[in-house]
């Protein structure tokens, strides 16, 4: 069974960068699409990017596009999400999930194997 652990959460100022990891474990990650999805308190919980198997394909949510890039070592069996420029509004607990086919969507229902999340502050 593919676990998922998420780390490189943290408290940041407005403007700061984050690299986000998922690291796989129990299955190789190359035959997943890994998307990246995060949920603020008393928010829905918001598809944020996504990258197919092979790392050809990336999708952005419009609230992050141009300051996020997901990218893919399968070697390492890693997703990291790299967050640059980042806003108070980005605050939220950012969770990976594996999606059991290559190819990428953002709706979290597609999505069958979760990470415990990790907690990303922006604040000054």
């Known amino acids: 069974q593919l676990h998922l652990v998420e780390s490189g959460g943290g408290l940041v100022q407005p403007g700061g960068s984050l690299r986000l990891s998922c690291a796989a474990s129990g299955f190789p990650v190359d035959y997943y699409a890994i998307g990246w999805f995060r949920q603020a308190p008393g928010k829905e919980r918001e598809g944020i990017s996504c990258?197919?198997?092979?790392?050809?394909?990336?999708n952005y949510a419009d609230s992050v596009k141009g300051r996020f890039t997901i990218s893919r070592d399968n070697a390492k069996n890693t997703v990291y999400l790299q967050m640059n420029s980042l806003k108070p509004e980005d605050t939220a607990v950012y969770y990976c999930?594996?999606?059991?086919?290559?190819?990428?969507?953002?709706?979290?229902?597609?999505?069958?194997?979760w990470g415990q999340g990790t907690q990303v502050t922006v604040s000054s």
């Open positions: 990258i197919s198997s092979s790392g050809g394909s990336t």
């Open positions: 999930a594996a999606r059991n086919i290559p190819l990428c969507t953002m709706r979290f229902t597609e999505f069958r194997s």
